[in-house]
């Protein structure tokens, strides 16, 4: 997990460097490219977020310590952030819907009837948090196809 959000605060550090490099002349879409080409930073956020994605959505789903809940949402936050900057919205798009699947709270049956009670939890709560926080940052990339 450690080496997991290692990567993601790694490449959410250097794309901040990136766009402080460049933000009095440009705006972040236009440093998605350089001369036309792919810049180095861009391919290694392509090549890295689906191993990140399985791992962190792996730990989120299974996590039951807030401490590590976190832990676990800032590193999700931090590569998504890194996808949104360097237009890698497919990447984006998967960490933010998966991000939904995990926000929802389970249903709860009364014992007096068909009907359903929804509890929220702090663990929900955190996880909308997040979404809220990465809309905020992303919105504007976020085209009508995304989820």
């Not at 250097?14 to 350089?34: C, P």
């Not at 890295?48 to 676990?72: M, P």
């Not at 709270?105 to 909308?128: D, H």
Request: with cysteine.
């Amino acid at each position: 997990l450690l080496c997991i959000l290692d990567l993601a605060t790694s490449l959410k550090n250097l794309t901040d460097l990136r766009i402080n490099e460049q933000n009095n002349e440009k705006s972040i879409i236009s440093i998605i490219t350089i001369d036309g080409e792919e810049n180095d930073l861009k391919k290694m956020v392509k090549t890295l977020l689906g191993g990140i994605l399985a791992g962190l959505s792996q730990f989120l789903k299974h996590s039951q310590s807030n401490i590590l809940l976190e832990k676990v949402l800032t590193g999700v936050e931090q590569i998504t952030l890194s996808c949104g900057y360097w237009g890698v919205i497919q990447g984006m798009d998967s960490f933010v819907t998966s991000l939904c699947q995990m926000a929802l709270p389970p249903l709860i049956k009364e014992s007096t009837g068909n009907s359903q009670e929804v509890f929220l939890f702090s663990r929900n709560i955190k996880i909308t948090a997040t979404i809220f926080r990465l809309i905020h940052r992303l919105g504007n990339l976020f085209g009508p196809g995304s989820w």
